[in-house]
């Protein structure tokens, strides 16, 4: 933790981190800009930190990242009054699973800090993300109003997946996304395992088997297995 305090990207006026190299998107992204899911995987750590050690520090760099994901990211507002954050601070890209990480951390603070305007924000976020879930439960890589929506895939559903579980645990009863996450497992469940063994990169394809895949089925059906006990 000491380490990421000391390497987080910098021009910024608040904590963000990127990857050390080049990523090639629709457009090229330089390295080492903050990314919507770095910055949101490294704040987790910090929060988890908060909660094991009770050490405010820690939580104090959570809600310096939050700063950044409302001042620095992107934010484009739809005509029903939800946000999407883009993935880095160069784009203006729309990618559910980039959103709703940003509005779980945000959540997950205010949950300690009780800064209103972190649930606020947060709530938004994935009002958008929940509106744009297909009549199957499943969700397109990319966001309205992208026109390309890309595929269906694994490891980026399990992170939306994920999120909300987030979400559902510091939200209490004011999580009201019940049946989308219920849809979205049942989709998950179904399509993007082979036998009920092998996952499955893409939910209409077997091969290539994917090693993120692989990683993130196991992260996903343990943290939602907190709410469904049969997983």
Known sequence: LDWLENHNSKGFD??????????????????NTPRATVTSIITSAFLDAYEATGDKRYLDTAMNSCEFFINDLNMDEDKDGHICFSYTSVDNFHVHNANVVVA?????????CKKQNLKDIGQRALDF??????????WYYWAPPDTILGNIDNYHT???????EVVRQYNGKDFHYEKQIDLGLDFYINHFFENDVIPKLFHNCLYPIDIQSCAQSIITLVELSKSYPSL
């Open 14 to 31: 608040n904590k963000c981190w990127g990857q050390p190299s080049d990523w090639y998107s629709k457009k090229l992204i330089p390295k």
């Open 104 to 112: 779980a951390n945000l959540i997950r603070t205010w949950y300690h």
């Open 129 to 138: 993300t929940a509106k744009y879930q297909n009549n199957d439960g499943s």
């Open 158 to 164: 399990g992170f939306i997946l994920e999120a909300m």
